[in-house]
């Protein structure tokens, strides 16, 4: 469902997928690639409001993922975990919970590992609005930070109770009642309870950043890893191929792999060649078999290869490929 009102170019749009790939792409301007990584098969769904520079929306999924994500430059993302209870969600490879929000801008990608059946609420805005607005209500300069570092800041249960309970009600107002976007007193009356709320509940002086320098590293090391999948994928990367290669012990990058996101380098290499060949099999440009797909993401034996696919994705190879 998509409602474009005629009188701006505000809209609020309600997106449903069983594509992963597609679920990434849903929501408005932003970068993102996301990894399916636990078993079953794939729904999502976006719950978005844009109004020009200001952009709030919901995002759930029933399969777990792994993502890594971008606004666009010169916003600010705000997001928040649904639900509140602690369920295995990582933020730039360390545990986040419901009593924390995470904020990142659009200069520099950052991950999430999203448990499934999780969701977040998100807000993106001009990072300029938001500290004209801190400084207008609070008296009190938005904070410095070092470029393309992710921050976080614990938040009380009020706290998540007002900025939650906003976000919810006003996707839900807008889901029931789309028109309110035709008029610009509507448009601008909410912005502007939007805003309130957000600047009540991020207090400049308990911002911190989201990770250290060392942690950062081993963030970087895991989307090295990726890459090298990528850049030759007729050639699997064994463990000891990518400690060469990446000039690390083993040790390093295990710790690394278990920090970041909480699996081994040999589970996230697998599931990460599963996921490309699901995209090469819904894509269907290519009159290869399946088994030459595959092989050509270094799965040689057929069986151990049917069994890993239809128990992470809930399908078999033939029906990705009849669905795409």
């Known amino acids: 469902m998509m409602v474009q009102p005629d009188a701006a170019a505000a809209c609020f749009r309600v997106k449903r997928t069983q594509n992963v790939d597609i679920h990434a792409r849903n929501l408005a301007s932003w970068e993102q690639h996301y990894e399916q990584t636990s078993r079953g098969n794939f729904c999502g769904e976006v719950r978005e409001l844009l109004d020009?520079?200001?952009?709030?929306?919901?995002e759930v999924a029933s399969c777990a993922t792994s993502q890594r994500c971008r606004p666009w430059r010169g916003g600010v993302w705000i997001g928040l975990a649904v639900p509140e209870t602690d369920g295995g969600l990582r933020f730039m490879g360390r545990p986040s919970h419901g009593l924390q929000l995470m904020l990142a801008g659009g200069d520099e990608p950052f991950d999430l590992q999203v448990p499934a059946g999780h969701g977040l609420y998100g807000m993106?805005?001009?990072?300029a609005q938001l500290a004209h607005h801190v400084q207008a209500l609070h008296q009190q300069p938005w904070p410095e930070h070092r470029a393309g570092v992710p921050r976080v800041q614990a938040i009380t249960a009020l706290q998540r109770y007002r900025l939650a309970g906003m976000l919810r009600e006003v996707l839900r107002c807008l889901q029931e009642q789309p028109e309110a976007l035709n008029h610009d007193a509507s448009r601008r009356t909410l912005r502007e309870a939007l805003l309130t709320v957000l600047c009540d509940v991020v207090v400049p002086q308990t911002l911190s950043e989201a990770v250290s320098p060392r942690q950062l590293r081993r963030q970087e090391l895991v989307h090295r890893v990726r890459e090298l999948v990528f850049e030759h994928p007729e050639q699997p990367l064994s463990v000891a191929?990518?400690?060469?290669?990446?000039?690390?012990?083993?040790?390093?990058?295990?710790?690394g792999f278990q920090e970041a996101l909480g699996t081994s380098p040999a589970t996230y290499l697998r599931t990460v060649r599963l996921n490309a060949v699901r995209r090469a099999l819904r894509e269907g440009d290519a009159p290869a078999t399946i088994a030459d797909t595959a092989a050509r993401?270094?799965?040689?034996?057929?069986?151990?290869?049917?069994q890993d696919y239809k128990a992470l994705f809930g399908e078999t190879p033939s029906q990705t490929r009849q669905q795409g």
């Open 52 to 58: 020009h520079d200001l952009q709030v929306f919901e």
């Open 124 to 127: 993106v805005l001009e990072e």
């Open 241 to 255: 191929e990518l400690c060469t290669r990446l000039h690390v012990t083993r040790r390093t990058l295990q710790n």
């Open 297 to 306: 993401w270094g799965f040689w034996h057929m069986g151990h290869f049917s």
